[in-house]
C-alpha cells in the first residue's frame, strides 16, 4: 500500500526540481535553462542543457527546468540570463510572461536557441521586441549551408571568419527581423536548397530590451551542433553578452592603433606619462604622439562608457561615428568652460563662413578633475536617420552626457560631423579617440547598441 501512494505521488507531482551544474558561490552569475515544450520537442534539448553546464563551469551557476513557476519577480532574481532551449508553445501564463518581461527591462538577459522563435506566438512582447516578428515558419531538410557573419566584433561571432559552413536545420521566418534588431549573421540561401526569405535571411541577432539585453539564434537544432567547437563558442558568446546587459568591452577590438600600447598602470608625470607593464589600459605613449584609436566595430544608436587620464595641459577627444566629437583636454577649475574645454561638445567648422567655427556647445558644469586623475564619461548616442533615398531625416544627437557622474549635456543636436570629424555622416560608425594632441590613457573601454526610439 505504502508502495503504490509513494507511486501514486510521483506521477502527480509536478516537473522535478531544477538541478544546478555545481555548487552555488556567492557572486557567481546565475543562468536559468528552461525547456519546457508545448510542441515539437528537440532530441537536443539535454545535449543543449549539458552544453550550458559545461561552458559555466567554473563561471556561471547553471539551473535546468521545465517547471515554469520559477518566472516570478521574485523567482527570476536569482539569474542574470534565462535560456530558452528550443521551447515550443505556450510554455508561459500571462503572469509568467509579464515577469519576464519586467525582468528584462531591468536588466535580466535572454538567449534564446532554434526552436524558441515557435514558442509563445500569443506574447506580443516577446514576438516584437526580441524576435522583430521573426516567428518561425518552416524549414527544409538538414543539410549544410554558408552563414555569412554579418558582425564579426559581437562576442558571439568574434571567433569566426566571414563565411562559416555547417550543417544544420535552416528555419524560414515570417519576415526578416532587420528594421528592429541587430543582424549578426544571415543565410546565403545560394548554398542550400528551400530558403524562402531570399537576399535578407538573418539567422541570428541581438536586440537591447530596456536595461537588459536578448540574443537568439536559429542554429542549435542538430545533436551534432552541441559538440562543434565554434557552436558553443557562439553559445557562449550569446550567453555572456546578454549578461552583460548588452555591453561590449572594446579593450582588444581597434582597427587602428599605430603607437598605442598596452599597460598595467599610468600616472601623470608633469606633462608626460609614467607606465607600468602590464594590460588593462592603453596609452599613446609619454608625450602623447600617435595615430588615432579606432575601434573595429561600427556602431548606430548606442551607449559608451570611458574612462580616461591626462597629465597638465594635455588634449584629447572621444569621436562618436568618429565624427562628433566630445573634448578631453585640461581645464580643471575653470570657471566658464567653452565648446573646446574638457566635456565641450566641440564647434563644426566651415572656412567660407565668420566665425568658422559654429555650433559647438559648451558644457552645463566643468566636471573636470586634476590632472592625473581618473574621469569617467557615459554617453548616450543617436546616429542621424535617413530615408531609403539616403535623404537625412534627423540629426545626430549626444542624448546625455555625464562628466565623472554630472549631467553635462542634454538633448544637443548637430546638423554635421564637428572639427576633424571624418567624411559624410552615415547611419554606422567607429569610435575614434584622437592620439596626437597630447598624453592620454584610457580604460574600461565599453559599448552598448540601443533600440531605436
Not at 600600447?261 to 607593464?277: H, W
Not at 549635456?409 to 546638423?415: M, P
Request: charged residues 25%; aromatic residues 10%; contains cysteine.
Amino acid at each position: 500500500m505504502l508502495c503504490c501512494l509513494i507511486a501514486a505521488s510521483l506521477l502527480q507531482a509536478p516537473p522535478p526540481p531544477a538541478f544546478s551544474g555545481g555548487p552555488e558561490i556567492p557572486g557567481r552569475p546565475g543562468v536559468l535553462v528552461y525547456s519546457r515544450t508545448a510542441g515539437y520537442r528537440h532530441d537536443s534539448i539535454e545535449d543543449g542543457g549539458q552544453l550550458v553546464q559545461s561552458l559555466g563551469e567554473g563561471r556561471w551557476r547553471v539551473v535546468l527546468t521545465e517547471d515554469p513557476s520559477v518566472f516570478t519577480p521574485e523567482g527570476l532574481e536569482d539569474f542574470d540570463v534565462v535560456v530558452l532551449m528550443h521551447t515550443t508553445g505556450d510554455v508561459l501564463d500571462d503572469a509568467a510572461e509579464a515577469a519576464m518581461e519586467q525582468y528584462l527591462r531591468k536588466g535580466g538577459g535572454l538567449v534564446g536557441i532554434h526552436a524558441a522563435a515557435d514558442s509563445e506566438r500569443d506574447w506580443a512582447f516577446f514576438g516584437g521586441e526580441v524576435l522583430g516578428g521573426a516567428w518561425f515558419q518552416s524549414h527544409p531538410a538538414i543539410q549544410e549551408a554558408t552563414i555569412v557573419v554579418e558582425d564579426r566584433h559581437h562576442p558571439s561571432t568574434a571567433h569566426l571568419e566571414g563565411a562559416w559552413s555547417r550543417t544544420d536545420e535552416w528555419y524560414n521566418y515570417v519576415q526578416s527581423p532587420r528594421s528592429d534588431v541587430h543582424v549578426i549573421a544571415s543565410l546565403d540561401e545560394s548554398s542550400y536548397e528551400g530558403g524562402t526569405m531570399g537576399e535578407d535571411h538573418p539567422i541570428a541577432w541581438s536586440v537591447p530590451v530596456g536595461k537588459g539585453a536578448a540574443f537568439y539564434t536559429g542554429l542549435g537544432h542538430t545533436i551534432e551542433s552541441y559538440a562543434e567547437p565554434a557552436f558553443q563558442r557562439h553559445i557562449q558568446g550569446g550567453i555572456e553578452w546578454a549578461m552583460n546587459d548588452g555591453w561590449i568591452s572594446l579593450e582588444d577590438d581597434w582597427k587602428h592603433r599605430d603607437g598605442w600600447r598596452s599597460v598595467g598602470d599610468a600616472a601623470a608625470d608633469g606633462r608626460e606619462l609614467k607606465v607600468e607593464p602590464g594590460g588593462g589600459m592603453l596609452v599613446n605613449g609619454e608625450r602623447g604622439h600617435a595615430g588615432d584609436l579606432v575601434t573595429g566595430g561600427e556602431f548606430g544608436d548606442c551607449e559608451l562608457h570611458v574612462e580616461f587620464m591626462i597629465p597638465e595641459g594635455s588634449n584629447s577627444g572621444v569621436y562618436l561615428h568618429g565624427r562628433y566629437e566630445v573634448q578631453i583636454l585640461d581645464s580643471f577649475g575653470k570657471r566658464d568652460p567653452g565648446p573646446g574645454d574638457c566635456g565641450g561638445i566641440y564647434e563644426r567648422w566651415d572656412d567660407s563662413r565668420s566665425p568658422s567655427g559654429f555650433e559647438g556647445v559648451s558644457p552645463k558644469v566643468n566636471a573636470a578633475k586634476k590632472p592625473g586623475q581618473w574621469q569617467v564619461y557615459d554617453i548616450v548616442f543617436r546616429a542621424p536617420r535617413f530615408d531609403a533615398e539616403g535623404n537625412k531625416i534627423r540629426n545626430a544627437v549626444f542624448e546625455s552626457v555625464r562628466h565623472n557622474g554630472v549631467l553635462i549635456h542634454e538633448n544637443v543636436e548637430l546638423s554635421g560631423p564637428t572639427r576633424g570629424g571624418w567624411g559624410a555622416e552615415a547611419v554606422e560608425g567607429p569610435v575614434r579617440f584622437q592620439g596626437d594632441h597630447g598624453p592620454v590613457a584610457y580604460r574600461d573601454v565599453r559599448i552598448r547598441r540601443m533600440a531605436s526610439p
